[in-house]
């Protein structure tokens, strides 16, 4: 089947004039453009009116709205118009038809057409339902109805999807300039009732300028309300027998919904890359939260108290809290100390007591500069070597620094961490880790710096013990990318991370 077989003939058709009087509408899909009336009405008072309005032979209007309108804001009594004898089904299908391939409508009114469209020709009798043999003859697919809008059958049920918001929220935002916006529309489809009510609210009442933002804060609030209690779990059921390669993903987890909406909100410092060439920047792979609870629950206790250093979007500060620790965060950029503080005191208020949230400076660490064996535990992701990153402006931030200048900050923020963490006792099997989350980059001709190496070297200056070694297999976005510049220049794509676990033992 073709295009034509949403086009339906009209056993009676002629052209005559009608008394404007005597055309009745029935209820309209869209509301009038009065813009577009305006300017129908000035081309008609020069040119006169090009194409008839269609009726049915009740004087039902079906097709024309606008151009009827127009005449009547002219003066005009009678009007050019196309008589078909189309039942009402039909007549309403023409009207979509019409207002589908002719006026410029929001997502929202465009998938209410498309939605109606379908219904009607299921009703007549003429639509493929789903599971049924495309080959039957007479029935409309999917793709035939997208081909008769000119489009692929993907961009057609992505049009279809914003159906799926509820109607009571379609008809709030339609006509708003959110409704404009495909993909948002499109994301907030896919999110659950109540969550596409409070995006709304936000909207509607400008309490969030962007949609970005107000479906940041819709799923921070639905974090909260259905918050476990406990988060009990086996180790070895979510992660296996814990081995020196892992793979962590964004799992079905309760906690991803939190970082996922921290991650996703305008304010906070977002990392980049450079792909080496051209001007694209992609974004950094951002830390899991399987990942970081899997540091917390394996490597320390419940209660201990928890220095992330680098804190960064907060993903471990939150992982601790959900699994009653105490954590202190630390982080140079300001955006990410506001916004991962008034997370932890919205979502944990009853572990108030149990963080501390700072704008400071992780590698100096001067709030404890005259105390020793404070933390239990540090768990921290510090930014990549060699300026690889881009991450805010903040000129405090390491990320900035040569390799040379980098190494000696990272040297200073070793011995301040070897005074503040707890010694380890090996026999009575009592272990405060320092795990450093870290990767590697790049100095032209200068060839590969290791994190890892260099990290290892600094750590025994500083008569911390080389623990453990965990690596993490990345979901590397950006790869394929920088595929044709690795082999140019001889070296393959880094797809790990190295989690690097210290300890401090007295001298024997």
């Known amino acids: 089947m073709s295009a034509e077989v949403v086009q339906f003939p009209a056993t009676k058709m002629e052209v005559v ?28 008072r020069i040119c006169g009116l090009i194409n008839a309005i269609t009726i049915d032979s009740e004087y039902f209007l079906l097709a024309g709205f606008h151009r009827l309108e127009a005449y009547k804001l002219l ?7 196309v008589i078909k004898d189309a039942e009402k089904l039909r007549g309403e299908l023409v009207e979509i038809e019409e207002n589908i391939s002719r006026n410029e409508l929001d997502h929202l009114e465009i998938c209410e057409h498309m939605a109606r469209r379908e219904e009607i020709l299921s009703l007549l009798g003429m639509r493929m339902e789903n599971g049924g043999n495309q080959y039957t003859e007479g029935k409309i697919t999917t793709k035939q109805l997208a081909e008769a809008l000119g489009m692929s059958d993907r961009v057609y049920r992505l049009k279809r999807q914003p159906i799926k918001v509820v109607e009571e929220v379609r008809d709030l935002l339609k006509g708003t300039p959110f409704a404009r916006n495909q993909m948002d529309m499109v994301k907030l489809s896919q999110q659950e009732e109540k969550v596409q009510h409070r995006i709304c609210r936000l909207l509607i009442s400008g309490k969030c300028r962007t949609f970005k933002r107000a479906l940041a804060q819709s799923l921070l609030d639905d974090w909260k309300t259905t918050k476990e209690a406990t988060a009990d779990f086996s180790i070895k059921e979510r992660w296996g027998i814990p081995q020196s390669i892992m793979r962590f993903k964004k799992a079905d987890i309760h906690l991803q919904k939190l970082v996922q909406s921290i991650n996703s909100t305008d304010e906070v410092a977002v990392k980049k890359r450079d792909i080496h060439f051209g001007t694209n920047e992609v974004p950094n792979y951002v830390m899991m939260a399987d990942h970081s609870e899997f540091l917390v629950t394996y490597f320390t206790k419940e209660n201990d108290l928890i220095l992330d250093n680098f804190m960064g979007r ?6 601790g809290l959900y699994h009653n620790r105490r954590v202190v965060g630390i982080d140079v950029n300001k955006e990410n100390v506001e916004v991962v503080s008034s997370v932890c005191k919205k979502h944990f208020p009853e572990s108030q007591d149990n963080f501390q949230i700072l704008d400071s400076c992780g590698v100096e660490l001067k709030e404890w500069a005259n105390e020793q064996e404070v933390f239990d535990a540090v768990i921290t992701d510090p930014p990549y070597v060699c300026k690889a990153e881009k991450y805010g402006g903040e000129k405090r931030d390491i990320v900035h620094l040569s390799h040379t200048a980098y190494m000696e900050k990272i040297d200073t923020c070793f011995m301040n961490l070897a005074r503040l963490i707890k010694y380890s006792d090996y026999e009575e099997k009592v272990f405060h880790p320092i795990i450093f989350k870290v990767g590697s980059g790049r100095i032209g001709s200068g060839g590969l710096v290791d994190m890892d190496f260099e990290f ?16 993490n297999e990345l979901h590397n976005v950006w790869g394929n990318l920088c595929a044709q510049r690795n082999y140019d220049n001889c070296y393959v794509n880094k797809n790990f991370e190295t989690n690097l676990v210290f300890c401090k033992f007295r001298s024997t």
Request: aromatic share 8%; glycine share 4%; no cysteine.
């Open 314 to 319: 907060g993903t471990n500060i939150l992982a």
């Open 17 to 44: 004039e009608v008394e404007i009087a005597a055309i009745r509408t029935r209820f309209r899909i869209r509301t009038p453009d009065e813009q577009k009336i305006e300017e129908i009405a000035a081309s008609i």
């Open 456 to 471: 290892q070297q600094i750590a025994r200056r500083h008569n911390l013990t080389l623990w453990d070694k965990v690596f």
């Open 75 to 81: 003066g005009y009594k009678t009007i050019p118009a």
